[in-house]
């Protein structure tokens, strides 16, 4: 799989402060921190490494080491759910069997459970060690960030989150056009957690991203179609 994407490292608590201020709907909101979400981001990575969490980063902070413009507001971690023991200081806002809500210094942590088959494979299979401004962290590789995506794509359609739709959408296009994984596996990877009607779905996606790819190379490379 190629590296398509080199860039400066990336600060994640600049990062997120941008991501909060530039949203202008947040300067409406009371419960919502517009300063101090750098020091915040500090602190939580300084308290997971003490405290010896094993986790993988995920969602848009984890994009970034394989896109340029992804925007975030939030942290997501893919952990042990026994793990947010050890983290006391994060105000736990919601809770289900795989995944958690919380808040930290103003900042918000979403956690998904290794209790999920398919998070805990992302965690312990397609995950690698990234360099940032402050420290290394372990993320999901490309191949784990389009395992995630197309995993909650079904239940975003269901929900009628067409905007967030369209944003995950475009992320696995992004990946797959930059680093060309083979989909069959990761699509055989899913079939344990989604129903077949599922699975037809994002083999359709899938293969609707494919030819808008082919296209896009098509027309950077018009010669390729005659074979020149």
């Not at 793990?83 to 956690?111: H, M, N, Y």
Request: aromatic content about 8%.
């Amino acid at each position: 799989m190629k590296n398509a994407h080199q860039h400066k490292l990336i600060d994640i608590g600049e990062v997120i402060q941008n991501g909060v201020v530039l949203n202008l709907r947040n300067w409406q909101r009371e419960d919502v921190a517009m300063h101090g979400l750098p020091e915040a981001v500090e602190h939580l990575f300084v308290l997971l490494e003490e405290r010896k969490v094993d986790y993988v980063l995920v969602g848009g902070v984890a994009m970034l080491q394989y896109v340029e413009g992804r925007n975030t507001q939030d942290i997501d971690l893919i952990l042990a759910p026994e793990a947010l023991s050890l983290l006391p200081e994060i105000e736990v806002t919601g809770r289900e069997d795989t995944f958690a809500r919380g808040k930290f210094k103003g900042l918000w942590v979403d956690f998904l459970f290794t209790s999920h088959k398919l998070f805990r494979q992302v965690r312990e299979q397609r995950s690698a060690l990234q360099p940032f401004q402050n420290r290394t962290i372990r993320c999901a590789t490309a191949e784990g960030m389009i395992l995630l995506k197309l995993f909650a794509l079904p239940s975003l359609y269901r929900q009628g989150q067409f905007a967030r739709v369209g944003i995950y959408e475009n992320d696995v296009a992004t990946l797959m056009q930059a680093y060309t994984p083979p989909i069959p596996p990761l699509l055989k990877q899913l079939e344990p957690h989604l129903s077949a009607g599922e699975m037809k779905s994002l083999h359709d996606i899938v293969g609707e991203i494919a030819e808008r790819i082919r296209r896009f190379e098509a027309s950077r490379n018009p010669g390729n179609q005659n074979g020149t």
